[in-house]
């Protein structure tokens, strides 16, 4: 089980494998980092934004059927 500190956010960290490069995926509390191992920097994306590329990506049809 994960403590939860208040003050002190929580940041889990993975990673995956594409070919032969190591990716880190960093979950914030409020975006999610994408990065090479042994880098710092990479690529951020704020959660609402992932959810509405990933509506946009699923169509019109999808849209109207959950409302």
Known sequence: MTKLTPGKP???ETAAFD???AIV???HPKHVRLRLKGQHGG???DYTEILRYARKLRGP?????AR
């Open 10 to 12: 929580l940041i889990r």
């Open 19 to 21: 070919y032969t490069d």
């Open 25 to 27: 995926v960093e979950l």
């Open 43 to 45: 690529l951020e994306m």
């Open 61 to 65: 049809e999808h849209v109207k059927a």
